[in-house]
């Protein structure tokens, strides 16, 4: 074992070690540690915001870009939007003990499901500090230990947060090891990380599709994959245009840097002479690019034509994606071959057409008549979200507290035994 | 891309395209699928037994053990059981379309989640040739198309068994594709199929330790891990020794070579010195061999010592590693230490230290004063299982037809924009 391996795995151990504890920690001893971490975040600001400006110098003789930059960096403001993000995280109900079912089998055994915590959470992601404290304070709520791997940009930050907020935890009652930073930004260190099964529980990436398919296709860890969104909005042939419009500029407009914002607009024909020259208009005005297929441009002559890629794109940006369809198939159709099956809408007023569209599209999120932009923990009602789940297997759509945990059968009985 | 690699992909293209219609396809054409295939492989049986007679022939040459001969083997009997192992999953509900949840947000989007198949589930599994039948029919029921690489010493049986049932399926109106089975028994193809993201949604390998440690390094599809299992039952200081003694000898007797026998007996040394020489003598009776630690071995002299490696052991034999233990806390250290978090049970008639042993074991079925040979689908009323999962994402313990199924997110809205 080489000295990258060893800090890991060491790491990993005491994780491990905290994590045999922390599923049965009462949930006052797990608040009051998210408060003391809370405190220590606030009464240590300057600790951390020089640790940050560290981190700024490097980045800007690195020349990381103006948005980089912005996301790296943390102000007094920001410090204390992390403090009050775990005093939220107190306000939630711990789903640690719920039992989920409970029935009787004719030989009187008694079988239940309760929610347990997953146990060691790794979370590998890239530049944001937020994420490690939103991320560690939504483990532990959730009787995890968690081992985080963040970005080398900001290194010194999360060194700093997560040594204050571990500090704190464990000095109001925490398990030693409940919060463990990786503070080596070796590529090696998050492969290490990826492969130790028996140490990490699942592994949770975020970040960009870069990070996301390295992490795919080296852990040997279960993940869960999160983000890629190349979200649709079909206007149906029966929409009510003065919803299609609203619904429109707010998915690709109110934040277009996230994955659930709109990339493409399918459009049936039946409305789009009427419908796509005035869509078009409004997102202009907005600074939005448009790209069409050859009948959009005859709508709107000004868009550019859309290549093949586009329609597999995730811009991420104020560029929109339009294509005409002669039917709800069609739509269908483009959707499956397109789609990242993230979040996928329909304008309609038709019942069947609402119906198909919410049986067929195979997505984390399908919605009749809203914005795709409701994707999201917090909108959906979860109070936190730790990352938006895009595959199929144990989390799919927003992850509240709740997907941070997995179920134990619980079985009572007089002395059974099996016949 | 080579021979093989082009035999699988191809395969499951044609998995991933039934997925898309199965998806949706009403539960009176699945079962009537399930049916036809159960009526063709009691029609077509000459057929399969002429099949598995060439493999058991080629297993006599290969000098196959009598055990996995007898797994192999078919006969009149056993394919009856197959075809009744189909017309019972019809009887069973489907899982697909159920709204697990549905409530209404303060901007009035109603947020609900859906149960929907998974999509194509890939199966890598050893020899026995009644798994292809079960696992297509499960499959099949919660909607899902599914990819099948059985062992090379049941290839003859599992090409007749597949082509049968899926051919009846098509005619009865299941989509082509549905059932697909990979009919090289090159490595090369298994690693093919682990790796297919895109096409493959989980895995599920089915098999001994090595097959699906194998799985878990290679693969980049989700895998849902199953089956080994070292499990124990812990005789309380406060058990009732009475219920005690049955649970243990059908814990170890009923069925050894299985995952959920119990493979080490914990017991605490306030009753030791009354119950180990007489559970002894019973496990003797019933051809059990005991290794022991130095203070069984004061009780029981006949015992052979343990060693560390007994402890670890998953024996699926007549043979039981015995411990004494001096405390409640002793018994969750060595469970904690030794077990495969698959299924632990404790006798006893303390209220507290059942609760403590409910709480603080970490496994997938947690049972007090019960036999650990109850971790199965249908001792759980599931009705069928596919596998029993001692991973902790998506499914843990028995999984049935709900565990072949994911969740989608439905919205309904009337306009509503995100803010």
Request: glycine share 8%.
């Amino acid at each position: 074992m080489n000295a990258i391996e060893a800090v890991v795995v060491e790491k990993a151990k005491r994780a491990k070690e905290a994590a045999r504890r922390l599923a049965y920690l009462p949930t006052t001893v797990k608040d009051a540690g998210l408060l003391a971490m809370a405190d220590a975040l606030e009464a240590q600001m300057a600790e951390i915001l020089a640790a940050n400006a560290r981190d700024l110098e490097a980045g800007r003789l690195k020349g990381l870009s103006g948005a980089l930059m912005d996301r790296l960096m943390l102000n007094e403001k920001r410090v204390k939007e992390m403090a009050q993000g775990l005093r939220d995280v107190v306000k939630l109900p711990d789903p640690v003990g719920e039992v989920v079912a409970m029935w009787r089998r004719p030989n009187g055994l008694e079988v239940g499901q309760m929610r347990v915590p997953l146990g060691v959470i790794g979370m590998i992601y890239e530049a944001r500090p937020n994420v490690t404290v939103d991320a560690a304070g939504l483990c532990l709520k959730a009787g995890n230990a968690v081992v985080l791997r963040g970005g080398s940009e900001a290194i010194n930050s999360n060194s700093a947060i997560t040594r204050i907020i571990a500090t704190a935890a464990y000095r109001a009652g925490i398990p030693e090891g409940a919060i463990e930073f990786i503070d080596r930004t070796e590529r090696e260190a998050a492969q290490v990380l990826m492969r130790l099964n028996g140490y990490i529980d699942v592994l949770i990436p975020r970040g960009g599709a870069g990070l996301i398919q390295t992490v795919v296709k080296t852990a040997t860890v279960p993940v869960i994959e999160t983000g890629v969104g190349n979200c649709h909005v079909y206007v149906d042939e029966f929409a009510d245009l003065s919803k299609a419009e609203p619904i429109i500029i707010n998915a690709k407009c109110q934040r277009p840097g996230v994955c659930n914002a709109m990339e493409t607009l399918l459009v049936h024909e039946a409305v789009a002479p009427a419908f796509l020259p005035a869509i078009a208009q409004r997102l202009k005005e907005r600074g939005v690019e448009i790209r069409g297929c050859p009948t959009t441009l005859k709508f709107v002559p000004w868009a550019k034509p859309a290549t093949e890629d586009d329609w597999h794109a995730e811009f991420l940006d104020l560029i929109l994606a339009v294509r005409v369809v002669r039917s709800l198939d069609e739509a269908l159709d483009h959707i499956y071959r397109y789609g990242t099956k993230h979040s996928e809408a329909i304008v309609t007023e038709n019942y069947t057409n609402a119906r198909r569209f919410l049986k067929e599209v195979d997505a984390a999120a399908v919605y009749v008549n809203a914005s795709t932009r409701f994707t999201d923990g917090g909108q959906f009602g979860f109070g936190a979200e730790i990352g938006i789940s895009t595959q199929k297997l144990h989390a799919r759509g927003p992850m509240g507290l709740k997907e941070l945990t997995t179920v134990k059968y619980i079985i009572f009985g007089e002395g059974q035994v099996r016949e």
